[in-house]
């Protein structure tokens, strides 16, 4: 079967830094996305990660290992409107996608 | 930009009714993906689509059917809508080469 484990929700202070932890267990990898969705909004991309290691893009940061089936996302200078659910993908082979359940992130002033 | 239009953004249906969903893609994507978001368990892929004419089950296809008779167009469809299916519906989009891109999702209640 296929698991994506991530914590169900986290609280942060505004300016501080977080870090989304999401591990995996699939048969097949291509990849692995992470999405933001703000309630009742559809998911946007944020960032995905192939290879091993750390993909950086402006204060967010991806990083994967493969032979863990573990990724984290994390964000630095935290702000208000960062207040999301963080989701967590893993590409299967043929293009199937499947989720985690989702980090719900609450920042506070 | 890549854009997937769903038709509607809330829709209220009763039981027993047959329910169409349309998604709408305007890039040439080959793939499409219908999923629905329920609290607590994300995001889960009912159907998916590689081609014209072609479609997957994915992890939760009962109750429902899929088509995809033009490589822009991928419609769900509730054959006899029940009260568990109340959701959100979500949209996707893919190609080999490309992530994927989500429509603003159907808020579906069936009464």
């Known amino acids: 079967g296929q698991n994506i484990d991530q914590p169900t929700e986290m609280t942060a202070t505004e300016g501080a830094i977080v870090q989304i932890n999401c591990t995996y267990q699939?048969?097949?990898?291509?990849?692995l996305f992470w999405y933001q969705q703000h309630a009742g909004e559809a998911p946007t991309f944020l960032s995905y990660n192939v290879l091993d290691g750390l993909e950086e893009k402006g204060r967010f940061s991806s990083f994967l290992s493969r032979s863990k089936g573990y990724s984290y996302l994390l964000l630095k200078e935290l702000q208000m409107k960062d207040s999301a659910s963080y989701l967590c993908?893993?590409?299967?082979?043929?293009?199937?996608?499947?989720f985690g359940t989702g980090t719900r992130l609450q920042v506070f002033p | 930009d890549v854009k997937v239009t769903q038709s509607s953004r809330y829709l209220v249906k009763r039981t027993g009714e047959k329910v169409f969903l349309e998604c709408v893609q305007d890039?040439?994507?080959?793939?499409m993906f219908w999923y629905r978001q329920d609290p607590g368990l994300g995001l889960r892929l009912i159907y998916f689509s590689y081609d014209v004419k072609m479609k997957e089950k994915g992890d939760i296809p009962e109750g429902y059917s899929v088509s995809r008779e033009k490589k822009e167009r991928f419609s769900l469809i509730l054959e006899s809508a029940s009260t568990n299916q109340t959701s959100m519906y979500l949209c996707?989009?893919?190609?080999?080469?490309?992530?994927?891109?989500f429509g603003s999702g159907t808020r579906l209640t069936v009464v």
């Open positions: 890039m040439d994507h080959e793939n």
């Open positions: 993908a893993v590409r299967l082979v043929a293009d199937k996608l499947i």
């Open positions: 699939t048969s097949g990898f291509n990849g």
């Open positions: 996707a989009s893919s190609s080999t080469n490309y992530g994927y891109t």
